[in-house]
């Protein structure tokens, strides 16, 4: 199975700040990323998918960036309805994988 | 509008099997490229991929659990159940079925989840 490595596991910021999470991925896997957002007590969200294509509907101050092993997602300027957990999928092989998560949360 | 929702036990004893259905609604099954997975989570950690099912009846399993599950499709129905047996209290999670669509396999759409638990 690929690994992923997500870091920090949780990130403490304040509304308008710039937030950077970072997924990194055992072997290569391309640009096979997906990033989702997920509340408490709530289904994930689909963020980003090929690393950096922004999902419909989804604001333009959220972002992905990288390839190969180390990826990016980045939140431009922190809104009140961004403190949530984010996740890494890699689906480079058909053996689906999640990162561990990181919380976001208010300073 | 695409919908999906789980529908299974809320409480299974030990070494019990759980069977789950993701009844979904807007798309379907018989479409090229089209898949329908489940993941789940345990309460306070991370979400974890246990298999998948595409419109060609092409089965994927988590390695892991693999010989514990098994996944099948009704098309006509626009459901998809999922079984593992076997169960064990570190099995108690939130069971979540997703759409994956298209030639990419990550997840747009997703039930509500429901949750497991495993005690006797």
């Known amino acids: 199975d690929i690994q992923m490595t997500q870091s920090p596991s949780t990130l403490s910021a304040s509304v308008g700040d710039r937030v950077t999470i970072t997924c990194r991925a055992s072997q290569s896997i391309s640009s096979w990323l997906a990033w989702y957002q997920q509340k408490p007590g709530k289904a994930p969200k689909l963020l980003i998918y090929?690393?950096?294509s922004l999902e419909s509907g989804v604001p333009s101050r959220f972002s992905g960036s990288g390839s190969g092993t180390e990826f990016t997602l980045t939140i431009s300027s922190l809104q009140p309805d961004d403190f949530a957990t984010y996740y890494c999928?890699?689906?480079?092989?058909?053996?689906?994988?999640f990162g561990g998560g990181t919380k976001v949360e208010i300073k | 509008q695409i919908t999906l929702k789980e529908s299974g036990p809320t409480l299974v004893k030990p070494t019990q099997t759980l069977t789950l259905t993701c009844t979904f609604s807007?798309?379907?099954?018989?479409?090229?490229?089209?898949?329908v997975g489940w993941i789940r989570q345990p309460p306070g950690k991370a979400l974890e991929w246990l298999a998948l099912?595409?419109?060609?009846?092409?089965?994927r399993y988590s390695p892991s659990l693999k010989s514990r599950l098994t996944i099948t499709k009704d098309t006509s129905k626009n459901q998809v159940v999922l079984t593992m047996t076997n169960m064990d209290p570190v099995d108690t999670a939130t069971y979540y079925c997703?759409?994956?669509?298209?030639?990419?396999?990550?997840?747009?759409?997703w039930g509500q989840g429901t949750l497991v638990t495993v005690s006797s």
């Open positions: 997703a759409r994956q669509a298209g030639a990419e396999y990550y997840f747009d759409y």
């Open positions: 099912i595409y419109w060609d009846d092409d089965k």
């Open positions: 807007g798309f379907s099954l018989s479409t090229s490229g089209v898949g």
């Open positions: 090929k690393a950096s």
């Open positions: 999928q890699q689906y480079n092989s058909y053996s689906l994988t």
